[in-house]
């Protein structure tokens, strides 16, 4: 009986979420049909200017480009991240020392921050820089709040065998705290991208989905701006499908 709820409750999350996309679907072929063909382009050409990332040489490799540098920026601020969860640890007020420089990242405009880099930087680790400033405060606040949310008489536990803290760290807390890196990698990488692109963007960056935008943007192709859209929504819906499976595998060997 509650395999069969279970079921029925499946199919139910996957009809709607179909339904919804149908909907997205059915709003914008009626606004493409009734309202202005150059701003509301059809639906068949922005899927013809989305299949150019699969076909075209040009487009196929600037997504690449991007998609590695949004990679690149999540590894780079993940492991940043938990280096400070490390001294978190380790000993509390350390993190402090951290502080100013963390809070600066969460509320300085990005766009200003991209701009100084494109003067001061070399071009290329801009997308990185700035991608970083979001992302490790982002991953660092899930760390230190899982850790946080550890029950105490496992804490009370730890402290009385005097564990090593590299012991405590990676055999007890970071496993503990998985799903929790996990929400937060999914989060990063649909910010990421976004931050990423926008970077590229805003610097010209070549071989780049940013450049790409600027140049459908000059030449007022509107169908391929959406298809951009599209792409960048499409690969983070598998990495998200990729983490997910990932997440369930973990717990099935857990159990």
């Known amino acids: 009986m509650e395999k069969n709820h279970k079921k029925i409750s499946t199919l139910a999350n996957y009809s709607f979420l179909v339904s919804g996309i149908l909907v997205i679907l059915l709003i914008y072929f009626l606004i493409s049909y009734f309202g202005n063909e150059f701003v509301f382009p059809s639906i068949s050409s922005i899927f013809l200017e989305f299949g150019k990332f699969f076909y075209s040489y040009k487009e196929a490799t600037?997504?690449?480009?991007?998609?590695?540098?949004?990679?690149l920026s999540v590894i780079i601020s993940f492991v940043i991240s938990l280096f400070l969860t490390f001294l978190f640890v380790l000993y509390k007020p350390l993190l402090n020392f951290f502080k100013p420089i963390l809070y600066i990242f969460k509320v300085a405009p990005l766009a200003a921050i991209t701009m100084f880099l494109f003067i001061s930087a070399p071009t290329y680790l801009v997308p990185f820089i700035v991608s970083s400033m979001i992302l490790i405060p982002l991953f660092l606040e899930a760390n230190i709040t899982s850790i946080s949310n550890i029950n105490k008489d496992i804490l009370d536990d730890l402290a009385l065998l005097e564990v090593n803290v590299f012991i405590k760290f990676f055999k007890v807390f970071?496993?503990?705290i998985f799903p929790y890196i996990i929400m937060s990698l999914?989060?990063?990488?649909?910010?990421?991208?976004?931050?990423?692109?926008?970077?590229?963007?805003?610097?010209l960056q070549d071989n780049?989905?940013?450049?790409?935008?600027?140049?459908?943007?000059?030449?007022?192709?509107?169908?391929?701006?959406?298809?951009?859209?599209?792409?960048?929504?499409?690969?983070?819906?598998?990495?998200?499908?990729?983490?997910?499976?990932?997440k369930k595998l973990f717990n099935k060997k857990i159990v």
């Open 62 to 71: 600037y997504l690449l480009f991007s998609f590695l540098r949004v990679i």
């Open 208 to 246: 780049s989905l940013g450049i790409l935008i600027s140049t459908y943007k000059d030449s007022l192709n509107t169908a391929g701006l959406l298809a951009c859209i599209l792409i960048i929504v499409f690969y983070v819906v598998v990495i998200d499908l990729v983490i997910y499976l990932a």
């Open 174 to 176: 970071l496993p503990m």
């Open 186 to 203: 999914l989060q990063g990488f649909g910010l990421c991208f976004k931050i990423v692109v926008m970077s590229e963007y805003l610097i």
